[in-house]
């Protein structure tokens, strides 16, 4: 099934400038359609208000943090499908599994290129 | 310090190291800051020339610290109507709030330079796209240069902190306040962090790459 390039998007990140890039990147890919948070807490009232496609998320913010984020998204009987990248600049490997074992569909670590954003992307959400 | 006490300091941590691997794995600098609190608790008050050289040190040190916080903070910007600025964090603020504004004169430049683009067409049009994504990516560097100064600031914040209790631990309290008599007017805020898997981005010779962290995760059962 085709992508619907229309899908919206949720961007968490407690930088605006990180935000503002992720959704310019996202842009260029073709996806419009995006809506932003500085924060887990932010960004869950607005998953219960609209439907989303996919989150794209930061890891460090407070209050809420992404992986709290992530564990309630997952906790979530209508939020627990909606594909979750993760974008952070925490590259251990205990953080990669404790993401893999909270549910994230994949993640990317700062600073990233548009290349590994749709590469990523296409293997969450399909071929675009 | 004489031989005694010396074997007996070495016969300590190494304990006391031990113990703490065999509970907790991995030791964290918080960990080894405790960890000579406690020694350094088990010790009388000075009693030779070495141990008060040493607690003079100590002292010297803190007022170090003190004094380089100062000289770091009173680098001024060309903004006469700012504050002087003299909590860590404040400062570091300080820093995200004028490198976020940079990055975002940049990115507002790059935009009026695509939008002027638009409908050039051919390959210079997407010469021009090309590079503004470029622009866009090196961008990310705000986040993550904030998130290294934030790890240092902690780290230093954390070294004073030992400092200070080890001062404490000695009786230091006047030769610390004769040493840092012009030093600090504000309380400088030591945050805990209690999240262990929050440590922010790595150094370049030892974080993971993007490939190795697909690695990773494919290993994990995840998709790459």
């Not at chain 1, 548009?114 to 969450?124: F, G, R």
């Not at chain 2, 010297?60 to 600025?85: C, M, V």
């Not at chain 2, 012009?182 to 805020?189: A, L, R």
């Amino acid at each position: 099934m085709a992508v619907d390039k229309a899908m919206p998007i949720l961007v968490v990140d407690d930088y605006n400038t990180m935000r503002r890039i992720v959704r310019n990147l996202l842009k260029q890919l073709g996806f419009d359609n995006t809506d932003e948070a500085a924060d887990g807490t932010e960004a869950l009232k607005k998953l219960k208000e609209k439907k989303f496609s996919l989150i794209v998320s930061d890891w460090n913010m407070e209050p809420m943090s992404g992986m709290d984020l992530l564990k309630l998204v997952r906790a979530d009987e209508q939020l627990k499908s909606i594909p979750f990248i993760m974008i952070t600049a925490e590259s251990k490997p205990e953080n990669v599994i404790a993401a893999k074992q909270a549910g994230v569909s994949n993640y990317i670590v700062k600073p990233f290129n548009a290349e590994t954003l749709k590469t990523k992307m296409t293997s969450v959400i399909g071929e675009f | 310090m004489t031989s005694n006490t010396q074997a007996k300091l070495g016969h300590s941590l190494l304990k006391s190291i031990v113990d703490l691997r065999q509970q907790k794995g991995d030791i964290s600098l918080e960990d080894l800051g405790a960890m000579f609190e406690e020694i350094a608790a088990s010790f009388g008050a000075p009693t030779s020339a070495t141990d008060r050289f040493m607690h003079q040190e100590i002292a010297r040190l803190a007022k170090y610290i003190g004094d380089a916080k100062q000289e770091i903070f009173s680098i001024a910007t060309n903004n006469n109507n700012e504050p002087a600025i003299i909590d860590a964090s404040a400062h570091l603020d300080e820093v995200i709030k004028h490198t976020e504004e940079a990055t975002n004169n940049i990115m507002d430049a790059v935009d009026a330079i695509q939008n002027a683009a638009a409908g050039v067409g051919g390959e210079k049009e997407q010469q021009i796209v090309d590079a503004a994504m470029r622009i866009y990516e090196a961008c990310n560097f705000q986040d993550v240069t904030g998130q290294r100064i934030r790890k240092v600031i902690k780290l230093l914040d954390n070294i004073e902190e030992r400092i200070e209790k080890l001062n404490e631990l000695f009786g230091n309290e006047d030769e610390v306040a004769a040493a840092n008599s012009n030093t600090k007017n504000g309380e400088i805020s030591v945050q805990t962090d209690q999240k262990d898997l929050m440590n922010g981005p790595q150094l370049s010779g030892q974080a993971s790459s993007q490939a190795d962290i697909d690695a990773l995760f494919a290993s994990l059962g995840g998709k790459g």
